[in-house]
T-cell receptor
Framework: AQSVTQPDIHITVSEGASLELRCNYS??????LFWYVQSPGQGLQLLLK??????LVQGIKGFEAEFKRSQSSFNLRKPSVHWSDAAEYFC???????????FGKGTMLLVSP | NAGVTQTPKFQVLKTGQSMTLQCAQD?????MYWYRQDPGMGLRLIYY???????DKGEVPNGYNVSRLNKREFSLRLESAAPSQTSVYFC???????????????FGPGTRLTVL
């Protein structure tokens, strides 16, 4: 069965500093990987996804993620964090064959002035 | 184009009461999903519907029933609510189940349910 681990429950980053959120997955074949963001009181919004091709994926709001098969990771990065990036971030994994997505437990990002 | 809409936004029930959470999408999507979100647990899939006329259990289906009323609407029913069902419920939809190039799930704003 597929699974997702987000090792960090909370992360605090200073505004303007760089950000990396970790995601590790468990799946036998090539996974399909997603990052979603949830602002307080809102639903989830897709930031980016990987399903084939270039392992460095660009998303919305200046985010990017890199798929590393050897490390079973799909970490999310942003070079300079803005206060509006404070939110909860979820990594998710899917596979082919008409499957559903499995979500990680989320990482809460706090941005300090 | 409203995307995915959910009603109600908030609900308080007493143990044993029943209720139906409504979800509708206007994106002509085939697949729809119901999740619950609990602190520290992330999102867990309750039920999903790959296409109109089909429904399947997800990770945590016990205590819930669903109906895919038509292509647009997917409802979640709690027949006899329990305090353990206190949660935030999200509905989502996607064009096609399991087609990653197009299988972006779009989420509704959620229903916050408290069972006393």
């Amino acid at each position: 069965a597929q699974s997702v681990t987000q090792p960090d429950i909370h992360i605090t980053v200073s505004e303007g500093a760089s950000l990396e959120l970790r995601c590790n997955y468990s799946y036998g074949a090539t996974p399909y990987l997603f990052w979603y963001v949830q602002s307080p009181g809102q639903g989830l919004q897709l930031l980016l996804k990987y399903f084939s091709g270039d392992t460095l994926v660009q998303g919305i709001k200046g985010f990017e993620a890199e798929f590393k098969r050897s490390q079973s990771s799909f970490n999310l990065r942003k070079p300079s964090v803005h206060w509006s990036d404070a939110a909860e971030y979820f990594c998710a994994v899917g596979n082919s064959g008409y499957s559903t997505l499995t979500f990680g437990k989320g990482t809460m990002l706090l941005v300090s002035p | 184009n409203a995307g995915v809409t959910q009603t109600p936004k908030f609900q308080v029930l007493k143990t044993g009461q029943s209720m139906t959470l409504q979800c509708a999408q206007d994106m002509n999507h085939n697949s729809m999903y119901w999740y619950r979100q609990d602190p520290g647990m992330g999102l867990r899939l309750i039920y999903y519907s790959a296409s109109e006329g089909t429904t399947d259990k997800g990770e945590v289906p016990n205590g819930y029933n669903v109906s895919r009323l038509n292509k647009r609407e997917f409802s979640l029913r709690l027949e006899s609510a329990a305090p353990s069902q206190t949660s935030v419920y999200f509905c989502a939809s996607s064009a096609v189940l399991g087609a990653p190039s197009t299988d972006t799930q779009y989420f509704g704003p959620g229903t916050r349910l408290t069972v006393l």
